[in-house]
């Protein structure tokens, strides 16, 4: 066990800290963030790895879908209209499934946030991820904090020069792998990368390449914290969203105050001391580069990286864990309550512990189930129901549509016969990546028939035709009834498709003009 003296302590200043508040918009302050270890350091490497692998492999993952259609597993289809999700195939029309998506994704950040805080930001957030990687690069190029700290304020010499040219180089390969990886997910990712590298890729391929290139290597490499502090709006958004049983990244003062760097001076002076030993390496650490003793800051990502650090520095000192970590706004207060005696008096940490040292029975603890209250019911339940909605009209859509235009001019033709015809463009959509023969039948409107031009049978009630796969076909179809069959001057009929192989039908309801003579 190491005595408090024996603490490594560090030369670190919060960029925000509450003795010397920057303006709205500060020129950026260089932040060195040291290497921490811990679990929520290895959660966070395990998201880095899954994220990261999501995005990069899967444009390159096959999924069977037959000859008729692409073999990409995830695939935009621009150029066809087509979005392709594994089994899933989403038309222009069925946009709202897009919709859909993008609400659960919307509501699910709401309930995240409620629930733990920025932990999205701290994980998972595209920027989170990208600095990380690129601080991984930094750190194995250039060392960790005191090294880069040294190296940055050192003279440019030729191995800085090496250095700084190595990282940047990596970066920008980085960036050209991120651009890339997207353009990816508009074509076929073989095909394309072929294109690429031959330089016979369509125009906007390179351009977009470029624009994402550029903004990864600015975002992650250059800016940094300041996409989160200024750009982003989620920070200013997120106090909405949480309340007293939200869970988020809180400095203990209740047990770390009166915090001292000679905890064995002040306590043989009688007077109290906290477990705080002013290490600054929770400061240290912090991407953000703020002081999280100065309570909930805009700043702060939730990332949880001063807890390892903290619990670190507990470790060595023989101390229980905990100085900083996921807590409620309700239990920080009643701990508050037992450390100051009410509020009557500073926080004496004598209060929250007992003669043997042990904390107190009186301090509240965080349980899970005090995260489950009535917002987080009501964004479940939200969320769910969008979900099901969708996964049950995904289940349920039918996968063969129909579609009717009437000819506008002429309305009706009056044949030679006395006969009175009517002119449609029927569209039938074909939704599955197969060809199917559609038999069209004729509903209502007694004594009539149909022809179809391009489709080489005589007048009758039905005709079959064939439907190329994931494709609409447009049918020029004539109606005709004899005079002595006409009812009115406007008749409604049936037009009905079915592929009795597939089980599938649809129908519209059409109507048949005729003149008032015909009556």
């Given at each position: 066990?190491?005595?408090?003296?024996?603490?490594?302590?560090f030369?670190a200043?919060a960029v925000?800290?509450a003795r010397?508040r920057q303006?709205?918009?500060?020129p950026?302050?260089k932040i060195?963030?040291?290497?921490?270890?811990g679990?929520f350091r290895r959660?966070?490497?395990?998201?880095?790895?899954?994220?990261?692998?999501?995005?990069y492999l899967?444009p390159?993952?096959?999924?069977?879908?037959?000859?008729f259609a692409?073999?990409?597993?995830v695939?935009?289809?621009?150029a066809?209209?087509?979005?392709?999700?594994f089994f899933?195939?989403?038309?222009?029309?069925?946009f709202?499934y897009v919709?859909g998506?993008?609400?659960?994704?919307?509501i699910?950040?709401?309930?995240?946030?409620?629930?733990?805080g920025?932990?999205?930001?701290?994980y998972t957030?595209?920027?989170?991820?990208w600095?990380?990687?690129f601080?991984?690069?930094?750190?194995?190029?250039?060392?960790?904090?005191?090294?880069?700290?040294?190296l940055?304020a050192?003279p440019w010499?030729a191995?800085?020069l090496v250095l700084?040219?190595t990282?940047?180089?990596?970066?920008?390969?980085?960036a050209?792998a991120?651009?890339?990886?997207w353009i990816?997910?508009?074509?076929d990712a073989?095909?394309?990368?072929g294109q690429?590298?031959?330089?016979t890729a369509?125009?906007v391929?390179?351009?977009?390449?470029?624009v994402?290139?550029?903004?990864?290597?600015?975002?992650g490499?250059?800016?940094r914290?300041q996409?989160?502090?200024?750009?982003?709006?989620?920070p200013r958004?997120q106090?909405a969203?949480?309340?007293e049983?939200?869970?988020?990244v809180?400095y203990?003062?209740?047990r770390g105050?009166p915090?001292s760097r000679?905890a064995?001076?002040?306590?043989a002076?009688?007077?109290?001391?906290?477990?705080?030993?002013d290490?600054n390496?929770c400061?240290?650490?912090?991407p953000?580069?703020?002081?999280?003793r100065?309570?909930?800051q805009l700043?702060?990502?939730?990332?949880a990286?001063c807890i390892d650090a903290?619990?670190g520095?507990?470790d060595?000192l023989?101390k229980?864990?905990?100085?900083i970590s996921?807590a409620?706004l309700?239990?920080?207060?009643?701990?508050?309550?037992?450390a100051?005696a009410?509020?009557?008096?500073?926080v004496?940490?004598?209060?929250v512990?007992?003669d043997?040292?042990k904390f107190s029975d009186r301090?509240?603890h965080?349980h899970i189930?005090k995260i489950?209250?009535l917002?987080t019911?009501i964004?479940?339940g939200?969320w769910s129901?969008?979900?099901?909605?969708?996964?049950?009209?995904?289940?349920?859509?039918?996968r063969?549509?129909?579609?009717?235009?009437h000819?506008?001019?002429p309305?009706f033709?009056t044949l030679?016969?006395?006969?009175i015809?009517?002119?449609y463009?029927v569209?039938?959509?074909n939704?599955?990546p197969?060809?199917?023969?559609?038999v069209?039948?004729?509903?209502?409107?007694?004594g009539?028939?149909?022809?179809?031009?391009g489709?080489?049978?005589p007048p009758?009630?039905?005709?079959a035709?064939?439907a190329d796969p994931?494709?609409?076909?447009?049918?020029?179809?004539f109606?005709r009834?004899?005079a002595?069959?006409i009812e009115?001057?406007a008749q409604?009929?049936?037009?009905?498709i079915?592929?009795?192989?597939?089980l599938?039908?649809?129908?519209?309801?059409?109507t048949f003009?005729?003149?008032?003579?015909a009556?």
């Amino acid at each position: 066990m190491l005595d408090q003296t024996q603490i490594e302590r560090f030369e670190a200043e919060a960029v925000n800290s509450a003795r010397i508040r920057q303006p709205l918009y500060a020129p950026r302050k260089k932040i060195f963030p040291k290497r921490a270890s811990g679990s929520f350091r290895r959660f966070k490497w395990l998201v880095m790895a899954i994220t990261l692998g999501i995005y990069y492999l899967t444009p390159w993952l096959r999924w069977d879908r037959g000859a008729f259609a692409p073999d990409q597993a995830v695939l935009l289809d621009l150029a066809n209209r087509r979005f392709y999700f594994f089994f899933i195939e989403i038309w222009p029309q069925e946009f709202y499934y897009v919709a859909g998506l993008l609400m659960m994704a919307g509501i699910g950040l709401f309930l995240i946030t409620s629930t733990v805080g920025r932990a999205w930001c701290g994980y998972t957030c595209p920027q989170t991820v990208w600095v990380d990687l690129f601080l991984v690069v930094e750190r194995a190029i250039e060392g960790d904090r005191n090294a880069r700290m040294k190296l940055d304020a050192g003279p440019w010499t030729a191995r800085k020069l090496v250095l700084r040219g190595t990282k940047h180089a990596i970066w920008v390969v980085i960036a050209v792998a991120t651009g890339g990886a997207w353009i990816f997910y508009f074509a076929d990712a073989p095909t394309l990368i072929g294109q690429v590298v031959t330089g016979t890729a369509a125009p906007v391929a390179y351009v977009t390449i470029s624009v994402l290139t550029a903004t990864t290597y600015t975002f992650g490499g250059l800016m940094r914290e300041q996409v989160c502090t200024y750009m982003c709006p989620w920070p200013r958004i997120q106090a909405a969203m949480l309340d007293e049983n939200s869970l988020t990244v809180t400095y203990n003062d209740w047990r770390g105050e009166p915090r001292s760097r000679h905890a064995k001076k002040v306590r043989a002076a009688g007077q109290p001391v906290g477990d705080c030993v002013d290490c600054n390496a929770c400061v240290a650490v912090c991407p953000m580069g703020i002081d999280i003793r100065d309570g909930q800051q805009l700043e702060c990502i939730t990332c949880a990286l001063c807890i390892d650090a903290c619990d670190g520095v507990m470790d060595k000192l023989g101390k229980e864990r905990g100085l900083i970590s996921y807590a409620t706004l309700s239990d920080y207060n009643a701990n508050m309550a037992v450390a100051t005696a009410g509020g009557s008096s500073p926080v004496n940490p004598s209060l929250v512990r007992t003669d043997e040292g042990k904390f107190s029975d009186r301090l509240a603890h965080f349980h899970i189930r005090k995260i489950f209250r009535l917002r987080t019911f009501i964004y479940l339940g939200a969320w769910s129901a969008v979900g099901l909605a969708l996964l049950y009209s995904l289940l349920t859509r039918e996968r063969l549509e129909l579609n009717v235009l009437h000819d506008r001019n002429p309305q009706f033709v009056t044949l030679s016969d006395g006969s009175i015809r009517n002119g449609y463009t029927v569209k039938l959509l074909n939704m599955i990546p197969e060809p199917r023969m559609i038999v069209v039948t004729l509903q209502g409107l007694p004594g009539a028939e149909m022809s179809a031009v391009g489709v080489d049978l005589p007048p009758a009630r039905s005709f079959a035709t064939l439907a190329d796969p994931d494709r609409l076909k447009t049918l020029k179809v004539f109606v005709r009834q004899p005079a002595d069959q006409i009812e009115g001057t406007a008749q409604s009929f049936t037009f009905r498709i079915e592929d009795k192989a597939g089980l599938e039908s649809a129908e519209y309801i059409a109507t048949f003009n005729a003149p008032e003579i015909a009556k």
